[in-house]
T-cell receptor, first 113, second 115 residues
């Protein structure tokens, strides 16, 4: 069965510092991978997705993620954190040609002034 | 260009009661999904529809949970004999297709509290 593991339920970074949120997936074949963001009292919003094209995927709000098959990882990064980035971030996986999305448990990102 | 809407936004009920949660997908989206998000957890898949039929209901936890989409648009998630453990945010999403590439657009959710 496919799954994702997010390392760290809470991550704190200073404003202007690098953001790195870690995600590892488990799958017998490279799946489709996603990062979603959930701002307080708002719905889930897609940040970016990997669908077997370029391994470095750029998303909204300056975020990007790199698919590394050898490490079964899909870590999310942003060069410079902004206060508005404070939110819950979910890594997710979907089987190739599949439908349902399997989410990780989430990482809450805190931005320190 | 309305997004996915869900009603009610909040529902408080008593243990043992029956509840219905409604989802209005984005117009023209053929696929509709229900997820459940418990406190401190990621969303958990419940069921998905392609058109009017349930294509995958493997995530429904037990037979107290049922969902319908009679006209291929609006969907209703029905929970019978609610239990305190059913308390969660129920999310609905829709997509234009069912390829893993198709983006699922999420609604704001219905927060269900079972007392």
């Amino acid at each position: 069965a496919q799954s994702v593991t997010q390392l760290g339920s809470h991550v704190s970074v200073s404003e202007g510092a690098l953001v790195l949120l870690r995600c590892n997936y488990s799958s017998s074949v490279p799946p489709y991978l996603f990062w979603y963001v959930q701002y307080p009292n708002q719905g889930l919003q897609l940040l970016l997705k990997y669908t077997s094209a370029a391994t470095l995927v750029k998303g909204i709000n300056g975020f990007e993620a790199e698919f590394k098959k050898s490490e079964t990882s899909f870590h999310l990064t942003k060069p410079s954190a902004h206060m508005s980035d404070a939110a819950e971030y979910f890594c997710a996986v979907s089987p190739r040609g599949g439908d349902k999305i399997i989410f990780g448990k989430g990482t809450r990102l805190h931005i320190l002034p | 260009g309305a997004g996915v809407s869900q009603t009610p936004s909040n529902k408080v009920t008593e243990k043992g009661k029956y509840v219905e949660l409604r989802c209005d997908p984005i117009s023209g989206h053929t696929a509709l999904y229900w997820y459940r998000q418990s406190l401190g957890q990621g969303p958990e898949f419940l069921i998905y529809f392609q058109g009017t039929g349930a294509a995958d209901d493997s995530g429904l936890p037990n037979d107290r949970f049922f969902a319908v989409r009679p006209e291929g648009s609006v969907s209703t998630l029905k929970i019978q004999r609610t239990e305190r453990g059913d308390s969660a945010v129920y999310l609905c999403a829709s997509s234009a297709g069912t390829s893993g590439k198709d983006e699922q657009f999420f609604g704001p959710g219905t927060r269900l509290t079972v007392l």
